[in-house]
């Protein structure tokens, strides 16, 4: 059950893209198509943004997408806006009932 | 709306008890397994419990951090789901979240707003 790796934090200017990994392993990540992002702004609870590694749920503007490829899990922000400053948290079903989480990104819009 | 509402958070010591519940409504709360998730001051997410629908047996499985010492269970007639946490320790702190997971796939979906447990002397 270790936690899933993601970088400490991403920046970019308004109207750029960022990308953020979140790499885990073949017994999470790898091995199963349920990873999801999480959008976290303080003081406030997580909203989900992407889950099925790729799928949007209504409400969530498409600038937000996700991606996999082999262990490691990305979601990229296009378009950025200033509202989209947050932490951002990937987890993945590990199994058995199972669940992990990343360490969470700080995301900077400059 | 789909709502879920955290109750019972609060101070605590070293070594006590306390119950969290979390009150589900806007949906059929029977047919969803439900999770709890913390977050320490300042740090990321942790799942810690999973308890599968009533019709699936209500399977419970837990993290290794809190196996043993925190019990997950529901109440489908209520629409509550508990957590209840044993010899907690300083560690414990943190803001519990109870989480839906979505029907068929194993996404958490819908979240509560928190309820917070210090555990301090």
């Known amino acids: 059950q270790s936690a899933l790796t993601q970088p400490r934090s991403v920046s970019g200017s308004p109207g750029q893209s960022v990308t953020i990994s979140c790499t885990g392993t073949?017994?999470?990540?790898?091995?199963?198509?349920?990873v999801s992002w999480y959008q976290q702004h303080p003081g406030k609870a997580p909203r989900i943004m992407i889950y099925?590694?790729?799928k949007r749920p209504s409400g969530v503007p498409d600038r937000f997408s996700g991606s996999k490829s082999g262990n490691t899990a990305s979601l990229t922000i296009s378009g950025l806006q200033a509202e989209d400053e947050a932490e951002y948290y990937c987890?993945?079903?590990?199994?058995?009932?199972?669940?992990?989480f990343g360490g969470g990104t700080k995301l900077t819009v400059l | 709306d789909v709502q879920l509402l955290e109750s019972g958070g609060g101070l605590v010591q070293p070594g006590g008890s306390l119950t969290l519940s979390c009150a589900a409504s806007?949906?059929?709360?029977?047919?969803?397994?439900m999770i709890w998730v913390r977050q320490a001051p300042g740090k990321g997410l942790e799942w810690l419990s999973y308890?599968?629908?009533?019709?699936?047996?209500?399977?419970?499985f837990s993290a290794d951090s809190v196996k043993g010492r925190f019990t997950i269970s529901r109440d489908d007639s209520k629409n509550t789901l508990y957590l209840h946490m044993d010899s907690l320790r300083a560690e414990d702190t943190a803001v519990y979240f109870c989480?839906?997971?979505?029907?068929?796939?194993?996404?958490?979906?819908?979240w509560g707003q928190g309820t917070t447990v210090t555990v301090s002397s």
């Open positions: 989480v839906r997971k979505q029907s068929q796939v194993f996404t958490m979906d819908v």
């Open positions: 806007g949906f059929t709360f029977r047919v969803h397994g």
């Open positions: 308890i599968r629908r009533s019709s699936s047996g209500a399977a419970t």
């Open positions: 073949s017994s999470d990540v790898g091995g199963y198509n349920y």
């Open positions: 099925d590694v790729s």
């Open positions: 987890s993945s079903y590990a199994g058995t009932y199972t669940w992990v």
